[in-house]
């Protein structure tokens, strides 16, 4: 009797496991692009680890996850790249990382809205993520003002607006 119980089981459960494999989506590689708006100054940082799951099937039991090493800041100008990981804004020696993490995820339209928490030098605060699906990509958007975090450029907060684009390719 468990043998048969079993035999009808089986291809169930391993079409179950098959089905959320597939509809479940990992994070292989990030592109992340930022502007300081007020100074016109364009970059990228790099040294992206995730831990992210995303489950297109049910998008709230998604998990964004992750971080890039704060060194690895690039302005395309190595003494301004110099003076942005001293002691004086990101303190890269003593914050090496910055951290994202999700604390709730939703479909809206066709936009994947993820909101949770950015840490930047030990300071924690609550962002929205806008994404796009491309095909294999993800495509996110978000702002920022960097004085929020300890990181004062301008005196005025409007001043020190950061816009950010994340690239993410999905696993297959």
């Known amino acids: 009797m468990r043998i048969v119980l079993f035999l009808l089981v089986f291809p169930l459960l391993s ?18 692009r930022f502007e300081f708006v007020s100074k016109k100054v364009k ?5 992206f680890e995730s831990q992210s799951i995303i489950d297109w099937e049910n998008p709230e039991k998604s998990v964004f996850e992750g971080s890039v090493q704060s060194e690895t800041l690039d ?21 090496p990382k910055i951290y994202f993490k999700s ?16 840490t930047i030098k030990s300071i924690s605060k609550k962002m929205t993520i806008s994404f796009q699906r491309k095909g294999q990509q993800l495509i996110g ?22 816009n950010i684009k994340m690239i993410f390719t999905l696993s297959d």
């Open 75 to 95: 302005t395309n100008n190595g003494l301004r790249n110099w003076s942005l990981r001293s002691g004086k804004y990101f303190d890269t020696d003593d914050y």
């Open 15 to 32: 079409t179950m496991v098959f089905a959320q494999h597939k509809t479940s989506k990992e994070i292989s590689s990030a592109e992340i």
């Open 103 to 118: 604390s709730n995820v939703r479909l809206v339209e066709d936009k994947l809205l993820v909101e949770g928490n950015l």
């Open 43 to 47: 970059g990228t940082i790099e040294g």
């Open 141 to 162: 958007t978000t702002s920022l003002y960097s004085l929020d975090y300890g990181i004062k450029i301008k005196k005025n907060r409007a001043d020190n607006l950061v």
